[in-house]
């Protein structure tokens, strides 16, 4: 009875919810209607004709190279960044599970990178790249025992490493928080007793350390995949794309296209696209994640 | 598990530990220490890693030419988005949890306006702020940062009211209280931790806007992320002016988390499980 008095309330409950879904009516679905519409008309900013001309931007995505080149980009930079930060995370947060002198502080100190803006990250890495100024060069002279001036943000063939260590440099600390806590909970008297049992490292990492993990990595995996596809800032700060089109990902190239090229109905095929094609991504993730519950 | 916790084999792990410590503060102390620098060790070469004295000129340098404004700009936006979304997004959580309003369809829809790139909808929404004369706005970026934070604050809150027992609520309503009272003097205290852990991160995700502040200010509206940029020129690079424009764009941040750090690990692990 009790509980049909909570539940009964029609008026105040669609009061509260009214807000969010007005906000996100105004700001997430007006777009996106707006960018649907576009991506079949022929809207550039310089002359005001907003024809129909059906499919002709989605036949376009198919044959633009520059688009899949960007595509294949991210895709590569997200396989090669991804697990380097998910392992790097994992062995920091086994040597922080242990006892350590000062361990909050270090902590503390090691999650630095991951607060500050992904603009200052970038900043940041330029300043220690610089070919010059930057201690980076000077450190690898001293090993070297000559002058090295490598190019890191000119050069073609080392800027994807220059981005890469300033993404692994950033993230890494945000996998270690997730994972420390995660094996934190790992349940101490299985673990002594598959020692006790003889079992090997990799049987009990398998058995019990993983499935134990699984649920908070697997959500850490998603947050960080989600966010190198759509990586903009960092690379932006860096490089801005350059040199040519060499660090051009995939919202950077959406960007440019919109914003610079004033391409907007086929910036809107292109946005409507990747929203396409993260859906599904997305779908089948949490698919997964119903399934192993 | 048998921990041999004496002798060499901690000191051996304190070692590693403080190297790898080490190894991701430098990069922070590096830009901190080049914002002290005076001119000459900014770029001098080979590189100085310690400043012989600390040299301010270079926040002089913002304070002077009236830059520090883009940080004011990202508190007032970051800021007052984040009161909004919190309280926009917790509403619409706690409907959700106590009266399964709009089923499981309503909270997935909300979630899923998170996972759709900024850059996707940025056009968009550029078109509509200019139809609306919101550009180069307080108004238009808190409008855009409550609306994005919305879904996220929906989200986090859910998991924390669903641990709010309900014969709480049900207790407080026959002493006699209404429905706003009891979520203003029985759910809002009961999940404050996870209030300030959420609020902690909307405001880190409004701060660290760059995409759409970089698109909707010109002149007026400029946060921070985007006049650090700005000093990045083809020509001439400004070192000291981006260094000490990031160290003042940093330190809120700093404070924030410092004060907040019990929630924030809570926080962090217990929204990884309940996703």
């Given at each position: 009875m009790l509980k049909t008095l909570l539940d009964n309330d029609r008026t105040f409950r669609y009061l509260l919810v009214a807000p969010a879904v007005f906000f996100i009516l105004l700001i997430g679905l007006y777009p996106f209607i707006k960018l649907i519409i576009a991506s079949f008309q022929n809207i550039s900013?310089?002359?005001d004709i907003r024809s129909f001309q059906g499919l002709l931007n989605y036949e376009r995505l198919l044959s633009d190279d520059r688009l899949w080149h960007s595509i294949v980009r991210t895709l590569l930079f997200t396989a090669v960044a991804l697990p380097i930060e998910l392992v790097l995370g994992y062995l920091l947060a086994v040597l922080f599970l242990e006892k350590i002198p000062f361990k909050a502080a270090l902590i503390s100190i090691i999650l630095l990178p991951t607060i500050i803006s992904p603009i200052v990250a970038g900043a940041t890495w330029r300043l220690m790249l610089d070919?010059?100024?930057?201690?980076v060069n000077q450190i690898i002279s001293w090993l070297a025992g000559t002058d090295v001036k490598l190019l890191w943000t000119v050069s073609a063939s080392l800027v994807w490493p220059a981005i890469l260590i300033a993404e692994v440099w950033q993230w890494t600390p945000f996998m270690f928080l997730l994972l420390y806590a995660a094996l934190s909970n790992v349940d101490r008297e299985q673990l002594e007793a598959a020692q006790i049992d003889g079992a090997s490292w990799w049987m009990t990492f398998r058995r019990i350390v993983l499935p134990a993990i699984m649920p908070v990595m697997f959500i850490a995996v998603l947050i960080r995949a989600l966010d190198l596809f759509r990586v903009f800032d960092l690379v932006w700060t860096m490089t801005q794309g350059g040199p040519g089109t060499a660090t051009e990902t995939l919202s950077i190239y959406a960007y440019q296209m919109a914003?610079?090229?004033?391409e907007i109905s086929y910036s809107a095929a292109i946005a409507f696209l990747v929203i396409v094609l993260l859906t599904v991504f997305v779908v089948a993730a949490l698919r997964r994640v119903e399934v192993s519950r | 598990m048998n921990r041999r916790d004496t002798g060499w084999r901690l000191w051996l792990r304190f070692a590693i530990a403080l190297g790898v410590t080490l190894i991701f503060a430098f990069p922070v102390y590096w830009l901190v220490a080049i914002s002290f620098k005076s001119p000459e060790e900014v770029y001098a070469y080979p590189p100085v890693w310690f400043p012989q004295q600390l040299d301010v000129s270079s926040y002089l340098t913002l304070f002077r030419d009236g830059d520090v404004v883009a940080v004011w700009n990202s508190l007032i936006t970051a800021g007052i988005s984040t009161v909004l979304a919190m309280l926009v997004g917790t509403l619409a959580a706690y409907s959700i949890v106590?009266?399964?309003?709009?089923?499981d369809h309503l909270s997935i829809w909300i979630i899923s306006q998170r996972m759709i790139p900024p850059i996707c909808v940025a056009f968009p929404i550029f078109l509509l702020y200019v139809s609306w004369n919101l550009v180069d706005s307080y108004v238009g970026l808190i409008m855009l940062y409550t609306a994005f934070n919305i879904p996220y604050v929906t989200w986090m809150m859910r998991g924390y009211i669903q641990d709010i027992p309900i014969e709480l609520e049900q207790s407080a309503m026959i002493d006699g209280l209404t429905r706003w009272q009891v979520l203003r003097k029985v759910v809002m205290p009961m999940a404050r931790g996870g209030l300030f852990a959420t609020a902690v991160f909307t405001f880190i995700f409004a701060w660290n806007d760059f995409i759409f502040a970089l698109i909707l200010s010109k002149s007026e509206v400029v946060t921070y992320t985007v006049k650090v940029t700005g000093y990045f020129g083809s020509q001439s690079t400004f070192w000291s002016k981006i260094s000490a424009m990031s160290v003042l764009g940093v330190l809120p941040m700093f404070v924030v988390v410092a004060t907040m750090q019990k929630f924030i690990v809570r926080g962090v692990s217990m929204g990884a499980v309940k996703g």
């Open positions: 900013l310089f002359d070919q010059r100024f930057g201690p914003f610079r090229e004033f | 106590r009266f399964r309003t709009g089923g």
